[in-house]
């Protein structure tokens, strides 16, 4: 999931940050390629726009719900 999104808009180009979840499981390069992959996704529709994206780490199994 995605989230803290926000956009830094610059003279020539534009910053869209924000935090992605993803399962704690994933290594360095599944990481990696994930990113590149959403990356490259977001130049597909602005390529004045670079990704600047933080990780999160899913713990749980469960489905976040806590009583």
Do not use: W
């Amino acid at each position: 999931s995605f989230h803290d999104l926000r956009m830094v808009e610059g003279k020539e180009t534009s910053n869209l940050i924000f935090d992605v979840v993803l399962p704690f499981h994933y290594g360095k390069q599944q990481t990696a390629e994930l990113l590149a992959q959403i990356s490259t996704k977001v130049k597909e529709g602005n390529e004045k726009i670079t990704c600047i994206i933080h990780v999160d780490r899913k713990y749980s199994g469960g489905n976040g719900n806590k009583k």
